[in-house]
């Protein structure tokens, strides 16, 4: 893996944006930051911590996790929250998130404070139509992480960090059906994940230094070794999609400033991730 960028407590959401390059969040010390094209960063969302997730909207800024679901116009100013933690009883924040084709987003929710002594208590999976109505569709979920879809859009993938499985939901125009486990683990951690053009799906493997890529029958296809043993999330970018951006924490590594981003590639491309069309 190439090291591109380092010097972060905890890199996450990793994004691509056509004419940006890859947005990435530093969950722990805040912020969301642009990686271009020359391996330059500039800052694009100010102090924010604890962002895990980000899609791009159509309207022409990003959505992004924390304390809530929250739009965020790009050097406008504009501010919206879409998702707030009075979804359920238990949720106290949000993670990951995708898109479907239509724009709908699918969002899991927090039960505890993860990076405390708290008890672990599940949270819930939600989707949010494009008339920003609300569902909850699932729960059980101990630390609800990575998401995406199939090439087809009738599958979603889910990873359950705490549980040590990646789900799979059948769907059918954002009605969203039964979970099975589609891949399992008992060293590291599934975090996030992507999705290929060719339904391979690519899973970073968090306390276990590297990723896992699978057949879209869950057959392991091969495990790219990290030099960081805390890889957090994995996002495809660069011409074609072809390249395919690796994040990592600061555990494992030699300082608390030491989350890094690397770049490989598996010899296919990855399937963008569609904008958010939600209103508000």
Not at 184 to 191: A, F, R
Not at 222 to 233: G, I, N, Q
Request: glycine share 16%; proline share 5%.
């Amino acid at each position: 893996m190439e090291k591109i960028v380092t010097g972060y407590g905890l890199i996450e959401g990793p994004l691509w944006i056509e004419g940006r390059g890859l947005l990435f969040s530093d969950v722990l010390n805040g912020g969301v930051y642009a990686l271009d094209a020359n391996s330059l960063v500039t800052d694009v969302i100010e102090h924010r911590k604890g962002i895990g997730g980000m899609v791009e909207h159509a309207d022409g800024g990003i959505v992004v996790g924390g304390r809530n679901i929250c739009f965020k116009g790009l050097g406008d100013g504009r501010s919206v929250v879409l998702l707030d933690q009075d979804v359920t009883e238990s949720a106290i924040g949000f993670n990951d998130f995708t898109t479907d084709a239509a724009g709908r987003l699918y969002v899991g929710s927090l039960g505890y404070v993860v990076f405390s002594d708290q008890p672990e208590k599940p949270g819930h999976l939600h989707v949010i139509d494009l008339d920003g109505k609300v569902r909850t569709v699932s729960d059980g979920i101990l630390l609800t992480n990575g998401m995406g879809f199939s090439p087809d859009g009738r599958r979603l993938y889910h990873s359950d960090a705490r549980a040590n499985i990646v789900r799979v939901y059948d769907v059918d125009d954002g009605q969203v059906g039964d979970w099975q486990t589609f891949a399992s683990y008992d060293d590291g951690h599934p975090d996030g994940l992507c999705v290929a053009e060719d339904g391979a799906v690519v899973v970073a493997v968090a306390h276990g230094g590297r990723v896992d890529v699978y057949e879209p029958d869950g057959t392991l296809r091969e495990s790219l070794p990290c030099p960081l043993p805390m890889v957090t999330s994995v996002a495809f970018g660069g011409e074609g999609l072809k390249d395919l951006y690796v994040v990592t924490g600061s555990v494992g590594g030699p300082d608390d400033r030491s989350g890094t981003i690397f770049r490989t590639e598996i010899g296919v491309a990855g399937l963008p991730v569609p904008p958010c069309r939600v209103k508000f």
